[in-house]
């Protein structure tokens, strides 16, 4: 089964389009599909319209099988596919607890199963239960904003950036914790770490000025001549 299948994709600001004739597919048998590419290539600009934030000019996006081009943000997370933004969109002002009842909001009767199956995960969670989401250093704020996707119960998650502003070994973690959801939900990672979002993806689209300019497994990519020297040297 064809989880995700975008095909002849453009997407504009504006005047200013973005993204041209981009076509992707994620197959159910994948648990990490990875977009990288550099600063400005788009990446972002593509989940926002996976998640229904932006319109296409033209082109279709299929979710689970249904055509979501023009989907609201809120039917294409109860649709089942949920981002985790690179912002995060923390309710800095409210508590831990209350952040993962708004990410539970559609699910509300399975709250507290949900919630305990997110702190098993990131324990910290549970230690900061009463703590303002604001007040949460930058890793548990990371943890916090994943826990609250994760709330949401979704059939793919989708990762903006997840270790941007990270120091290394924080960073680290969030790779591995996102392993490890992989094991039970696919997910679609946009990630500037190339050679970590490489060595976790089953397949891998390179983005560069809008558009698809190489696609193939992790390895392939990793491999690759053109990757290795734009993106890995050092």
Request: avoid cysteine; proline fraction near 4%; aromatic fraction near 6%.
């Amino acid at each position: 089964m064809t989880l995700i299948d975008v095909e002849n994709l453009n997407v504009g600001y504006g005047d200013l389009q973005v993204l041209w004739d981009v076509s992707m597919t994620v197959e159910e048998d994948e648990s990490v599909i990875a977009i990288v590419g550099p600063n400005g290539a788009g990446k972002t600009t593509l989940l926002k319209t996976l998640s229904g934030l932006l319109e296409p000019t033209s082109g279709t996006i299929e979710i689970f099988g249904e055509d979501t081009s023009e989907y609201s943000p809120e039917e294409i997370i109860e649709h089942g596919f949920v981002q985790v933004p690179e912002e995060r969109n923390l309710f800095d002002d409210m508590s831990v607890y209350d952040n993962l009842r708004m990410g539970s909001y559609r699910h509300r009767e399975q709250f507290e199963e949900t919630r305990e199956e997110v702190v098993n995960m990131f324990p910290v969670l549970e230690e900061r239960r009463n703590q303002h989401a604001g007040t949460l250093s930058g890793g548990e704020q990371q943890m916090l904003a994943i826990g609250r996707g994760l709330m949401a119960q979704p059939k793919m998650l989708a990762f903006d950036e997840p270790s941007g502003a990270l120091a290394p070994q924080l960073a680290e973690r969030v790779f591995e914790k996102i392993e490890e959801i992989s094991d039970d939900i696919p997910v679609l990672l946009v990630e500037q770490h190339v050679d970590r979002a490489l060595e976790l993806a089953d397949r891998a689209y390179l983005l560069e000025n809008g558009r698809i300019v190489t696609e193939g497994t992790g390895d392939d990519l990793l491999e690759s001549d053109h990757v290795r020297e734009a993106y890995l040297r050092g």
